[in-house]
C-alpha cells in the first residue's frame, strides 16, 4: 500500500489563500468543549525517542508528522475531521513536530482547523516555510501562516527548497533577532541542490536544515549529515519512504529475522528507526492521511534503535532486495 511522502520538488509560483481569521488565536489557549472532540492522552506509556534542538535548547521527539498532499483537503469538514483524528494520534504518541508550507494548498488552514479542535499535551514544535520569489512578499507570506495556524509565533521558519534564500534569510534573520520566530533553516528535496545547501550551511548562520534521506537514498550520509554534526545544526528529514515507492519494493518480502532486535512489527518503522538511528539526525516527517499509518509510524518512537553494525546489515539486506 502507498504511503505519502512529506516534502515536494520545487514550484514555480506559491498559491496565496485568504487568512482566515477564526484561526487568530493562539493554540496554547485552545478553546474545549468542541462537539465531537476529546481530550488528548497526557503522555505515551512508553519513554520515546528525543533529540536536541541545538538553537532553542528544547529536545523534540524523534518523529513528527509531515503535512504535504496528507493535509490538502480543502473546507470538506469530514476530510478535516479525519485529519483532526490523525493528529490526535500522533499527540497521543508523543508527537510535537509539525511541519508544512505555503506550498501545500490547504495544509496549513486544514492544521490549524485541527489545532483548534484538539487540546494538545505538549506545545505543537510549529515549523512552516517561506515560499515566494520576492524578499518583499516573504512578511506577508508568513504572517497569513501564523493566522491560518493560530499560534503565537513559529519555532522554526524555514527557506523552501532554498527559493531566494538569500533575500529571505536577510529577512528571517531580523525576525530571529527581534523575537518572532526561535529558529531559522532551508530545505530542499529529492535528494537535489546538495552543493549549494552544502555552502549554506557553511557560510550563513542557520540553525536547521531539512533534506531527504532513507535507507536507499544516502546520499546524504557523504556531505550534509556530516556537515550538519560539524555546524551543531538540528536536521529534519523529509521523504523517509521515497514517496511510498519503498513499499512498493519491501511490502512483498516477510520483514527480516532482525526486525525483531530493534522491536519492528513494520517495514514504516525498519526505515524510520534506520533514518533516526543516525547521530546527525534530529527529527523525521512522514506524512499520513490515515490513523493506522500514524500509529505504526509512532512507533519507532519507542524501543532499541540499530547499532552501527546492524545500520551496515539493514542497507545490506535490504538492497538485496
Not at 121 to 140: E, I
Not at 176 to 182: L, N, Q, S, T, V
Not at 279 to 285: D, F, G, K, M, R
Request: glycine share 8%; net charge positive.
Amino acid at each position: 500500500m502507498k504511503r505519502m511522502i512529506s516534502d515536494p520538488p520545487s514550484a514555480p509560483r506559491p498559491h496565496r489563500r485568504a487568512v482566515l481569521a477564526a484561526l487568530a488565536g493562539s493554540v496554547l489557549t485552545l478553546a474545549s468543549g468542541v462537539p465531537g472532540t476529546r481530550p488528548l492522552h497526557a503522555a505515551p506509556a512508553a519513554p520515546i525517542h528525543t533529540r536536541p534542538f541545538p538553537a532553542t535548547g528544547q529536545r523534540v521527539p524523534a518523529i513528527g508528522m509531515g503535512t504535504w498532499i496528507t493535509f490538502n483537503v480543502g473546507s470538506d469538514e469530514r476530510l478535516r475531521a479525519e485529519r483532526a483524528d490523525v493528529l490526535r494520534a500522533f499527540f497521543d504518541a508523543g508527537g510535537t513536530v509539525i511541519d508544512s508550507s505555503p506550498m501545500y494548498g490547504s495544509s496549513e488552514a486544514v492544521v490549524g482547523w485541527c489545532l483548534a479542535r484538539l487540546r494538545p499535551p505538549a506545545r505543537p514544535f510549529a515549523a512552516t516555510k517561506v515560499w515566494t520569489w520576492l524578499q518583499a512578499s516573504g512578511p506577508g507570506q508568513m504572517a497569513e501562516s501564523q493566522a491560518l495556524w493560530g499560534i503565537d509565533r513559529f519555532d522554526l521558519m524555514q527557506v523552501h527548497n532554498l527559493l531566494n534564500w538569500d533575500g529571505h534569510l536577510e529577512t528571517l534573520l531580523a525576525d530571529k533577532a527581534a523575537g518572532r520566530i526561535r529558529a531559522i533553516g532551508i530545505t530542499t528535496s529529492h535528494g537535489s541542490r546538495h552543493a549549494e545547501m552544502a555552502a549554506i550551511m557553511r557560510e550563513q548562520p542557520i540553525d536547521a536544515v531539512q533534506f531527504s534521506y532513507s535507507i536507499l537514498d544516502r546520499e546524504a550520509e557523504a556531505r550534509l549529515l556530516p556537515l550538519a554534526a560539524e555546524r551543531g545544526l538540528a536536521v529534519i528529514i523529509n521523504r523517509p519512504f521515497r514517496g511510498g515507492a519503498l513499499f512498493d519494493i519491501l511490502a512483498r518480502h516477510p520483514l527480516p529475522s532482525w526486525a525483531g532486535e530493534i522491536g519492528c512489527t513494520a517495514w514504516s518503522q525498519i526505515m524510520l528507526k534506520f533514518i533516526i538511528s543516525h547521530p546527525a539526525v534530529t527529527c523525521v516527517i512522514p506524512a499520513t492521511s490515515r490513523v493506522d499509518h500514524m500509529n505504526e509510524n509512532m512507533a519507532a518512537l519507542t524501543g532499541p534503535l540499530p547499532d552501527a553494525a546492524l545500520r551496515r546489515r539493514m542497507v545490506a539486506d535490504i538492497e538485496a532486495l
